[in-house]
């Protein structure tokens, strides 16, 4: 569809939500327009398509104006007109950024209440009712993970680029390894050297660790030998004296074994990610992953012998050649594992995966749909509660991706990261530090993206951090 901006120069606010409503390429046209009076600011959207027209109009006094509040205005009337085009009333309403819950958290953080907060999700952006509810329990989570920092606290993400296959959804920058481990060796000893310059920044600092997670890729590529040397690496570095948690991020389950697991236990990490995606062989085959869903109950298993209290498991909802009967299934098999956390992903199909192109056998919008509702509805009968969560482009359905836990068991980082509350420090290629500002702004310092760019431009990634500290 056409955008034509009249008035205003406000185009990812509008054209973001015009794409989360209307499918991608498809035809219309469309008019955002900002009008500037003595008392009121007038936004009105015009939208044709298929030979209709609906316009509608929000406003504003002038004397109040903020960007905020003018790219709001701007966006109630484009969802106002474009709700008329629409079957049935959008999950998010008039929201069409990746942290929905960053406005409930704000609210609560500001002495709102959980129903103000649900009054506002309602009135001024006309969440639907089932995604208030969402937002308003992820950040009370929220709350209560902020209430954990001090002001010099921080957090840790140690990327490992590297998987053993590339899954058909997938577009993160990583290198597939397969039996090509070259590269693994030079890529830990420039991490390595990250480590310690930015273990050093960090003492002299005075901050203070809360959180660490070990991320990728498939950090549980390496093996138990390399794994152990990255933690000793990390453990010589930092002082772990304050962390609240540790996470390894092992996601694939063919990558782990007894032997690694109880290293990276004994090096005192007390979370652990097996992420099976689905529970049906045919839909992992589909999907590019080589394992079993046999793998993942012995992954489990050798987890919890491990010790881990603290154990995720990922689900993906809408993924090619599977069924809603097939989702029920994956997720009853996995509920009944007892996890203390199940991360519910609607497939979101994104640019540089092969499904992106190849978009075959997928389900329906409508059956993605009750494959939400229906994780919501087993989870929260097994007393599992929401506790972070956060949207995507080319998400099927336009739904989101939730945390679930267990009461006390809510992953702190998954937290602190999505919303943003304090400085995250990432090392490795494809980290994205961000720098949390005493006058409230978000500096983004990004790491190189490819293991290679990571290795080569190592002194600029040592250069940064030294700038990185400055700010803090």
């Not at 993970?145 to 058909?168: H, K, M, Q, W």
């Not at 099976?276 to 987890?303: E, F, N, W």
């Not at 990922?314 to 509920?335: E, H």
Request: aromatic share 8%; proline share 4%; glycine share 8%.
């Amino acid at each position: 569809m056409k955008l034509t901006l009249i008035g205003h120069d406000d185009r990812y606010a509008v054209e973001q939500l015009q794409l989360a409503l209307f499918p991608e390429g498809q035809e219309g046209q469309a008019v955002s327009a900002l009008h500037r009076g003595n008392t009121y600011l007038t936004a009105t959207a015009k939208i044709t398509l298929d030979g209709k027209t609906v316009t509608r109009s929000r406003r504003l006094k002038a004397q109040d104006e903020t960007v905020r509040l003018r790219r709001q205005i701007l966006q109630q009337s484009y969802y106002l007109a474009a709700r008329e085009f629409l079957p049935e009333p959008p999950a998010w309403g008039a929201l069409a950024g990746v942290r929905p819950t960053k406005l409930t958290t704000r609210h609560l953080l500001e002495g709102g209440t959980p129903a103000s907060a649900d009054k506002m999700m309602r009135d001024i952006y006309y969440v639907t009712e089932n995604r208030r509810r969402l937002a308003v329990d992820c950040s009370l989570s929220t709350v209560k993970a902020a209430s954990l920092l001090e002001p010099n606290d921080l957090s840790l993400y140690v990327g490992i680029p590297f998987c053993p296959t590339r899954c058909a959804y997938c577009s993160f920058v990583s290198r597939t390894v397969g039996k090509k481990t070259e590269l693994l060796e030079p890529y830990l000893q420039a991490l390595f050297q990250e480590i310690s310059v930015t273990g050093e920044l960090l003492r002299q600092s005075g901050k203070r660790l809360r959180t660490v997670y070990i991320g990728g890729g498939t950090p549980t590529t390496l093996t138990s030998s390399q794994m152990a040397r990255l933690l000793d690496a990390i453990g010589e570095a930092f002082d772990l004296s304050g962390c609240l948690e540790f996470t390894v991020e092992g996601g694939r389950p063919d990558t782990l074994d007894g032997e690694k697991l109880r290293t990276i236990r004994a090096h005192g990490a007390d979370r652990m990610s097996i992420n099976p995606q689905t529970m049906a062989d045919s839909v992992l085959r589909a999907c590019g992953r080589p394992h079993k869903a046999s793998d993942v109950i012995r992954a489990y298993g050798q987890a919890v012998d491990a010790g881990f209290k603290a154990i995720n498991m990922d689900l993906i909802a809408g993924l090619p050649t599977d069924s809603l009967d097939g989702f029920r299934r994956s997720l009853d098999s996995v509920a009944e594992l007892d996890p203390a956390n199940i991360t519910v992903h609607t497939l979101a199909l994104k640019k540089g995966a092969d499904l992106f192109e190849r978009r075959e056998n997928l389900p329906a919008a409508e059956e993605v749909a009750e494959m939400v509702a229906y994780a919501e509805t087993v989870l929260r009968g097994k007393h599992y509660k929401p506790y972070y969560l956060y949207r995507q482009k080319y998400m099927s359905g336009s739904f989101e991706n939730v945390g679930w836990s267990r009461d006390g068991l809510d992953c702190l980082y998954n937290i602190y990261m999505m919303e943003e509350i304090h400085t995250i420090l990432s090392l490795g290629g494809g980290g994205m530090n961000k720098v949390n500002l005493a006058d409230g702004h978000l500096r983004r310092f990004h790491n190189p993206k490819f293991p290679e760019q990571y290795i080569e431009m190592l002194p600029e990634v040592l250069r940064q951090k030294q700038e990185l500290f400055a700010l803090l």
